[in-house]
C-alpha cells in the first residue's frame, strides 16, 4: 500500500481536534498501539507507518498515555526503536514470547470505533487510510448481491435513512444500532466504508451520497472528497474497519442475504397463523359465519 505521495501528510495527526471538549488524540495513540502489538510481526512500511503515526502524537498527549503506551511496548518483542527511545523504555528481549491475543481485543476495537465517530473529516480519513498498517488481513467481506445494492440504492433515492440502515444491517452484519449510525452519520465517511466493503460501484456511491442525506447530497464539495476517498480507500482498510464494526456488534460474519429474503419472512408469518384460517394449501381464508336462530 503505497503512502509517500497518494495520500495526506501524517503530521496531520498533531493536528487532531477536541471534540466536543474531549481531546480523541490520547485514545487514539493508545488504540493504535494496541492494535499494532497483537501482530506479531510488521513488514518495514508498516513499521515506519506507525512510527510516524505514534511520533505524531507522543508530543500532544498526556504523561498517563504515554505510560500506558510504554508498557504494552515494553513487553512487544518488535517494537519500533525509534518509539522506545523517545518514550525511554528498553527494548524487550527478543527471546520473550510476543504477547498473546485476548479479550481484550473486542474493548480495543470498541475503543478505535468510538474514535473514528467521534473524528473530524481529516482525522476519519487518516484513521482509515492507515488502519491496515496495525493490523492483520481481515477477513474477506463477499461482495453484496445485486439485488442487495439495488435495495441500498433505492433506498437512498428515496431519502429513506431507516430502510438504508435496514439493509445495512443485514448485507454487513451489524447491529440495528451502528447500522442506524453508520446511515444516518452526517459527514459520509462510514457510508463510504460500507460501499467499498460491500463492492458498490462510484457510480451508485454517488447516488446515494447525493439523496440519502442532505446534509452531505446539498455539498458538492462534500460528496466530491467523498468520492476521492472512496478511491483512495484500500478493499482492505474497509475490511478491518468493517471487522471493527462487527466486534462491536457483537457479530464476527456477514448475514447470508438471499434474493428473495423477505419471501422467507411471508413465509414464517403464514405458518403463524391459526390452522382455521388457512386451507390445506396454506391459503389463507376466513371461518365461515355461523348462523344461529333459525336466520
Not at 22 to 40: A, E, F, S, W
Not at 160 to 174: K, S
Not at 194 to 207: F, K, P
Request: proline share 7%.
Amino acid at each position: 500500500m503505497a503512502k509517500s505521495s497518494a495520500y495526506p501528510p501524517l503530521d496531520g495527526l498533531v493536528d487532531l481536534a477536541c471534540r466536543d471538549g474531549v481531546d480523541i488524540r490520547p485514545t487514539l495513540l493508545r488504540v493504535l498501539t494496541d492494535l499494532y502489538v497483537q501482530k506479531p510481526a510488521h513488514s518495514g512500511e508498516e513499521e515506519t507507518q506507525y512510527i510516524e503515526l505514534a511520533r505524531g502524537l507522543i508530543d500532544v498527549v498526556d504523561a498517563t498515555t504515554l505510560a500506558i503506551v510504554a508498557d504494552k511496548l515494553s513487553l512487544y518483542p518488535a517494537a519500533p526503536a525509534a518509539i522506545l527511545d523517545r518514550l525511554g523504555v528498553s527494548p524487550v528481549p527478543q527471546a520473550m514470547p510476543p504477547p498473546q491475543k485476548s479479550t481484550a481485543q473486542r474493548t480495543v476495537r470498541t475503543e478505535l470505533l468510538e474514535v473514528f465517530f467521534a473524528a473530524g473529516t481529516d482525522e476519519r480519513r487518516l484513521i482509515l487510510i492507515n488502519l491496515d498498517v496495525a493490523t492483520d488481513a481481515a477477513p474477506r467481506q463477499p461482495a453484496a448481491s445485486s439485488e442487495m445494492i439495488r435495495r441500498l440504492e433505492n433506498a437512498a433515492l428515496q431519502r429513506n435513512p431507516g430502510e438504508f440502515a435496514r439493509m445495512l444491517e443485514r448485507a454487513l452484519g451489524v447491529n440495528h444500532t451502528l447500522a442506524e449510525r453508520i446511515a444516518r452519520d452526517p459527514s459520509g465517511e462510514p457510508i463510504v466504508v460500507a460501499a467499498r466493503a460491500l463492492g458498490m460501484s462510484a457510480a451508485v456511491l454517488h447516488r446515494v451520497l447525493l439523496f440519502l442525506n442532505p446534509a452531505i447530497g446539498q455539498s458538492v464539495e462534500r460528496v466530491y472528497d467523498l468520492a476521492r476517498l472512496y478511491d483512495d480507500l484500500t478493499p482492505a482498510a474497509a475490511e478491518h474497519m468493517l471487522a471493527i464494526w462487527r466486534h462491536a456488534s457483537g457479530k464476527s460474519r456477514p448475514v447470508h442475504e438471499p434474493v428473495h429474503w423477505d419471501d422467507e419472512r411471508r413465509e414464517a408469518r403464514s405458518l403463524s397463523t391459526p390452522a382455521r384460517y388457512r386451507s390445506d394449501r396454506g391459503r389463507i381464508v376466513q371461518p365461515s359465519r355461523v348462523k344461529t336462530g333459525g336466520k
